[in-house]
């Protein structure tokens, strides 16, 4: 062997040998990747509150585009909650592969009028979203709320995967959490529940609307869905919640399935305090709401009145 | 025209074909646009499985296992017919799975070494390329005594099926994947460039989310072999396996269209062999074998000496050029009967088998709309278009969930999709007929009309949060989509190890309202082995799979009545 090639061999194997070692020191006990959790506002969109408006207002009118736009005027107008520019997410609820008639989703009348409203009010973008339970592009369609959304201008989101965002909910049992990005970063958040009957929780309302900006294996919170919903409600403070009583599903909650369970009501609640909407709410399904554990826990920690009528009621029945 | 104009149009047709193919493919998918006050059934827009009702395999293997010819499998004709004048065209000209392997056989790569003597030599008739011959008698004659299994091998099912499970779901996770890494880097132009490009192709390559598919593995053997052996031998598996391949070769067999060799002019450069897909024979001094041809037409246009002509009824002098004069389909007496006894022979030894109904899967829960099991098993060509269409990902291809007899037909497993009530899509995509199209009505039913049952649930007190743990729950009974709802709660004091007292709903199943559709095992906390499970018992297709004596029809009930 010359001695040119024995040199290059060698420092050839010689090289091999110092990068192997070189990348196993160098990886050794140390992370590569390192998951840099991002940085979002903590999503709280309420507004300053106003004496010259009630907290909490209901209207009843066949008419639901009515029923809306005067529950909302009782409350401030739109204007109050929404100014020029804004980014709005509306949440309904579009939990299920039902149709409008049988109560499980909030109604896509409303929705339509509700993204109106943001747009007229000059809203620069409405995002109407949910995570839904059954197969999503199934719940948006078969519920009308895509067509209705899309159709008054809204941007309608169906989530995936990429979209959520793991986020510290800061609560007394939901830490860690994946949370749907366009609930968070956003200027104003809606949520627009329906009223209906839950085994459970016994009545799925505004607060308990709010699983649906979680993605994961929100399934377990069932164990202990009192303390987690209260969790959810001081964690995401919507601007406005806008309660869907139109229809209401009084049995086999909160899927439905039957016109039989269901009761015709007519009627829109608008409300700032997530409480007091609760409470007026479950009046519907014959329930008081001093028995509902969640939103009596939720008055305890603070996030609104239970009395709806000391938080300011107006009511127009029609 | 010319014989490059011809080939030009061949190239055309084959890229046409194969585009259709997946075109149709991607669209059976759940994406349609209905506005649900007008109606409320979800119909797809275009008759995503017309492509399979093309084969003739498929007619005639179904015809001899279930004796029906099911609704458009006549167009099957539309293939067969002009085969019998013109040859294996399809093979050259339509077929998805011919022209995947024209291609993959042509690019050039290291193989340009593998080209003069050496191409030559492989492109001859081999008598390897029997085999599909065989195959297909073996498959005619286990469709005869009622098993289908041509399915497995047939080109166009093993396409659909390939495509649906294997080839997109696979590109959805490397397209994520690589979509994750680059932007991994945190350097926005070029997450900004990913983020663009992917939003380009995935609206129609990518479903709406990632699919997860059971017995992926076995399926992708198959089609990596195939499309890998094409690099070894040119089209490997038309000219040696493919049953479809046999059966258009065995109608060719009083073709009017065929080569016509003209023995003088020709300077046996044997330029022809070169580009020969089928192994047929197309050089001057050997016997042309119409069956094995693909009338690609390559070998006439390389022939610089305008020795070879594709024309009607050319002489047989002309095609033959010193033959020796034997059968046109090369397969041997007895190998033939050995084929069909063998394939006799399958079905009384898969039957006395115990995986047939005897000691069938408890999980085997079928389709909604499937007709009975030995019915379902003469029917189903695996194409996968059910499991491509189901919404939820609820339908799987099996491994031996239905013995080997059934390899690759759908199964449900709730565990990863539930069936949706409102849905029918899998009935709707059936080629065969194997699953039956249901209306809404049927599946779900009312107050007159039995709901479609796929099975029955069951709980597994042991693992149930309420049953086991002291711990409160209930979203089985939140999932349950009838009305009322066949998971029914009784409220009970019970306490914990600490002797804590804890009001807990514990969980039952109405047996008469369940439809089985695993709605309750998919919401399951209990992730890795739901405490609700549902097994195939109870099944609507069944008579034998059955429970109580006295079930009920699980219809709707009016409210205040107790079920
Ligand atoms: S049951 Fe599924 S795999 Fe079988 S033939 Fe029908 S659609 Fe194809
Ligand atoms: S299994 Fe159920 S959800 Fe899936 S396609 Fe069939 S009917 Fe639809
Ligand atoms: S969902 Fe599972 S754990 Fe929860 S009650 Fe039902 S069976 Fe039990």
Known sequence: MKRREFIKRASQATGLAAVCVGGGWFFHDREWFKYEPPIVHKPDFQIAPDNAYPQISLSRNQDHVLALRDALDAVGGIARFVRAGERVTVKPNVGWDRTAAQAANTSPVLVGEMVRQCLDAGAAEVIVTDVTCNEARRCFLRSGIKEAAEKAGAKVILAVEDDYLVMDLKGRLLTSWPVLRHFVETDRLINMPIVKHHSLSMCTVGMKNLYGILGGRRNQLHQEIDQSIVDLAMFSRPTLTVVDATRVLMRGGPQGGSLDDVNIEHSVICATDQVAADARAVEFLGLAAADVAHIVQAEKAGLGLIDYRAAGYKENLG | ?563
Not at chain 2, 22 to 33: G, I, M, Q
Not at chain 2, 138 to 146: R, S, T
Not at chain 2, 288 to 310: I, K, M, Y
């Open chain 2, 1 to 563: 025209m010319t014989v490059g104009t011809v080939r030009n149009l061949r190239r055309f047709s084959q890229v046409s074909f194969f585009g259709v193919f997946c075109w149709l493919v991607l669209k059976t998918n759940f994406e349609v646009a209905i506005s649900p006050d007008t109606v409320s059934e979800v119909f797809l827009p275009y008759p995503v499985s017309i492509a399979l009702q093309f084969d003739p395999l498929v007619a005639l293997t179904t015809l001899l296992a279930n004796g029906t010819l099911f609704k458009g499998l006549l167009w099957s004709l539309a293939v067969l017919i002009p085969t019998i004048f013109l040859g294996r065209f399809f093979c050259g000209w339509v077929c998805p799975l011919g022209t995947l392997n024209h291609w993959i056989s042509e690019i050039r790569s290291e193989r340009i070494s593998f080209r003069g003597k050496g191409k030559i030599e492989s492109n001859r008739y081999k008598k390897y390329q029997r085999i599909k011959y065989y195959i297909f008698l073996f498959m005619i004659a286990a469709a005869l005594f009622g098993t289908l299994q041509s399915g497995l091998l047939d080109p166009l099912p093993l396409m659909a099926r390939s495509i649906g499970t294997l080839v997109l779901p696979t590109a959805h996770a490397a397209a994520d994947g690589v979509l994750g890494w680059v932007k991994s880097f945190g350097f926005k132009p070029l997450s900004g460039a990913a983020q663009f490009v992917y939003d380009m192709f995935a609206p129609f390559l990518l479903n709406f989310r990632q699919v997860h598919f059971h017995g992926i593995v076995s399926i992708a053997i198959l089609f990596g072999g195939i499309v890998v052996t094409n690099r070894v031998f040119t089209r490997f598996w038309c000219r040696g396996l493919c049953p479809l391949g046999a059966m258009l070769g065995i109608f060719s067999r009083y073709a009017t269209f065929g080569l016509q060799k003209d023995e003088k002019s020709c300077d046996h450069c044997n330029l022809c062999l070169q580009s020969c897909q089928g192994a047929d024979n197309p050089d001057v001094g050997t016997r042309w074998r119409q069956t094995e041809c693909h009338v690609c037409l390559n070998c006439q246009a390389a022939c610089p000496q305008g020795s070879l002509d594709f024309k009607f009824f050319p002489t047989l002098e002309g095609t033959r050029t010193n033959p020796p004069p034997n059968q046109r389909v090369d397969i041997t007496k007895r190998k033939t009967v050995a084929s069909l006894a063998a394939g006799a022979a399958l079905f009384p030894m898969l039957r006395s088998g115990d995986s047939f109904e005897i000691n069938a899967d408890s999980r085997l829960i079928r389709p909604p709309g499937s007709v009975i099991e030995d019915d379902f098993l003469a029917r189903c060509i695996r194409c996968g278009q059910c499991m491509r269409v189901c919404p939820n990902n609820a339908l799987h291809p099996t491994l031996l969930e239905s013995g080997l007899e059934g390899v690759w037909t759908p199964i449900l497993i709730p565990k990863v999709g539930y069936c949706e009530p409102s849905c029918t899509l899998c009935g709707q995509v059936c080629p065969t007929g194997a699953i039956l199209e249901l209306t809404l009505l049927e599946k779900v039913g009312d107050k007159e009309t039995p709901a479609n049952r796929i099975g029955t649930a069951f709980f597994d007190r042991g693992r149930c949060l309420p049953w086991a743990m002291a711990t409160r729950c209930i979203v089985c009974e939140e999932w349950c989509p009838t009305s009322p709802k066949a998971v029914y709660l009784k409220e009970e004091l019970v306490t914990d190890r600490q002797g804590k007292e804890v009001r807990v709903q514990r969980p039952y199943i109405d047996p008469d309202l369940c439809t089985g559709c695993g709605a309750c095992e998919f919401a399951c906390p209990v992730v890795d082995q739901p405490a609700v499970y549902v097994t195939s018992v109870g099944e609507s297709r069944s008579p034998d799979n059955q429970i109580l004596l006295r079930r009920k029809k699980p219809t709707t009930i009016p409210p205040g009545e107790t079920p």
